[in-house]
């Protein structure tokens, strides 16, 4: 069968079992965009090709498979630049297919020409550029699986024209070749019999959860596991949802904007017992004084984690839920060999940490509306399995640290790379994957005026996500720092208490919008907002702009020295203090 190069690449997509493609046609791409009308797969078209790309992550992050983006050359290329270094950064699996100018003008500066190769080397785990239409089917098979296995991560393809145009006889390899390309899946067998031996010894174990966690679908397992050695879980920002906040040895989140007892119970561990987690510098704070007293057993699907910020005592290579199954066979052995270890004098201080120490906000105010009351509030009023989506700043702590995940794959937030404008479009992808499902985004007004443009996909592709814009007229973190830091010389950070109206825009752009000033307009709204299923709603809290996030470990600072914030007097910090 012959088929254009276009074609190929069509048909190839839809033999992965794609779905859905976000993308934006132009010149360079526009041969691909025809063969598209006679597809199954349903394209989104976007209003800027970052949308495109934060809405194929949001689709990732929701359903644990590739999201696709498709975009033109030049310019479309270098707007997808962005997403693709945040799935970069947070493992997230995307296929992105550019546009390229014809092979024959490739280096002589011609319309809407840039070096995509070149300029995303950095920010995929591998790209390629097409040179004849017969490898399109073999090139997709091969990204599709680059991106799915050992350490997900973004994919970018770049056809020429003239390729897109060329003719080709169809087919579709049986195999993949990719010598080099060997990820490891299963761990060492002597490592993990290693791990068990220290695990049988800690006396103040915690089991540090990062995403990659959800990468490798591991959830169930390590539920099993934590049950098995009794330790409390901590759940990086990027694994909210991989263990239950409800479950009864979760401890939440860590980190420089975790709570007291998570932060803690990692600073005074002996056993760091790692998982799919990559010791950021957000969760380690000052590394120097991190953890001071932990051995390290360390899990993780790229062997070029190990190490590269702590050493561990016990690294082990592999899928994190092939190696938590083997963990789990090999310190039950052990258990029932030489005895489960005692750990209830750790759960006791850890206990009484969580109960010293909780996550609270001001609530005396009465006439001001606080963001944590906002979160608590939807979070309360919305289905258990609601898919939370957040952009970046106060607004996703609070979210995080608000929120309760007792669901996997719930969570959906620009982690690594902390990307400004990824919560509109990437609930737009969630949603997308799951429309079965609520989502809600939780996004700030500086956030939210970055790609906002995107509800008018969401309304006119009938996608209704809820976006709440927790509107302190600030960019919030920044402001934050600034009072904190910089003696509270606020450079730039003010946006507008009056401009742009949120309600105005949302209806603009085809959405319901609603604007709360008060506490008490805060459950009814959110009523109003949940019983809209036809299209997607904005709602405007006009929230405290002096709130800022608290407990907080400063750049610099280690977590022995982690601020509770103004709602704990001076003795009652120095006394958590380790």
């Not at 990659?212 to 049950?227: M, T, Y």
Request: charged share 20%.
């Amino acid at each position: 069968m012959r088929l254009t190069g276009a074609q190929a690449l069509v048909k190839s997509l839809e033999m992965q079992d794609v779905d859905v493609v976000f993308g934006l046609p132009g010149g360079a791409i526009l041969p691909v965009y025809d063969p598209i009308l006679d597809s199954p797969i349903r394209h989104i078209l976007v209003r800027h090709e970052q949308g495109a790309g934060h809405m194929a992550e949001g689709y990732a992050h929701a359903t644990g498979k590739p999201g696709v983006a498709i975009v033109t050359s030049g310019p479309g290329a270098t707007n997808i630049v962005t997403p693709l270094a945040d799935a970069m950064m947070d493992s997230i699996p995307m296929v992105v297919i550019t546009g390229q100018v014809p092979l024959s003008v490739i280096g002589t500066d011609a319309f809407q020409e840039c070096d995509t190769v070149g300029i995303t080397m950095g920010v995929t785990k591998h790209n390629w550029l097409v040179t004849s239409a017969q490898d399109i089917p073999r090139v997709i098979k091969e990204a599709f699986h680059v991106a799915t296995t050992g350490r997900p991560g973004p994919v970018l393809v770049d056809i020429p024209k003239d390729i897109a145009n060329q003719e080709m006889d169809w087919y579709w390899p049986e195999t993949i070749d990719l010598p080099g390309y060997k990820p490891t899946t299963t761990g060492h067998p002597k490592q993990i019999k290693e791990a068990a031996q220290y695990i049988l010894a800690a006396k103040k174990p915690v089991i540090y959860a990062g995403g990659g966690i959800l990468k490798a679908r591991a959830a169930e397992v390590l539920k099993e596991f934590a049950e098995l050695t009794g330790a409390p879980v901590v759940t990086t920002l990027m694994a909210r949802g991989a263990f239950p906040d409800d479950h009864e040895q979760c401890l939440g989140m860590p980190g420089m904007h975790g709570n007291f007892t998570a932060i803690t119970a990692m600073q005074e561990s002996d056993l760091l017992i790692t998982l799919g987690a990559r010791f950021d510098d957000r969760v380690t704070g000052k590394l120097a004084g991190f953890a001071p007293d932990a051995k390290i057993i360390h899990v993780d699907i790229d062997p070029a984690e190990l190490g590269k910020v702590r050493n561990p005592d016990v690294p082990i290579v592999g899928d994190c839920r092939l190696v938590i199954e083997a963990l789990v066979k090999t310190t039950a052995k052990a258990f029932e060999k030489s005895g489960k270890p005692d750990l209830t004098k750790w759960w006791d201080t850890v206990n009484g940490w969580r109960e010293e120490f909780p996550l609270t906000y001001d609530t005396t105010d009465a006439g001001v509306l606080k963001p944590q009351y906002c979160i608590e509030q939807i979070r309360d009023a919305s289905p258990k399995d609601t898919i939370l989506v957040a952009g970046v700043g106060q607004h996703q702590m609070f979210a995080s640290q608000y929120w309760k995940f007792n669901y996997p794959y719930t969570w959906v937030n620009s982690g690594g790379l902390g990307t400004m404008g990824f919560a509109v479009p990437a609930a737009i992808g969630a949603k997308v994957a799951m429309p079965d499902r609520m989502v809600w985004a939780i996004d700030g007004d500086g956030c939210f005026q970055m790609t906002a443009q995107e509800l008018v996909t969401a309304a006119i592709e009938k996608i209704p996500v809820k976006i709440a814009i927790l509107d302190n007229s600030y960019l919030g973190m920044v402001r934050q720092w600034q009072e904190l830091f910089y003696e509270e010389r606020y450079s730039e950070v003010y946006l507008s208490d009056t401009i742009p109206d949120f309600v105005m825009w949302a209806t603009a752009m085809g959405c319901a919008g609603f604007r709360v000033d008060t506490v008490d307009e805060v459950a009814p709204t959110i009523e109003k907002a949940n019983a809209i299923n036809d299209r997607p709603v904005v709602v405007d809290f006009r929230i405290d702009p002096s709130e800022k996030v608290y407990p907080m470990v400063p750049v610099g600072r280690t977590n022995s020295e982690v601020e509770l914030g103004p709602m704990y007097p001076d003795d009652a910090k120095k006394k958590g203090k380790k």
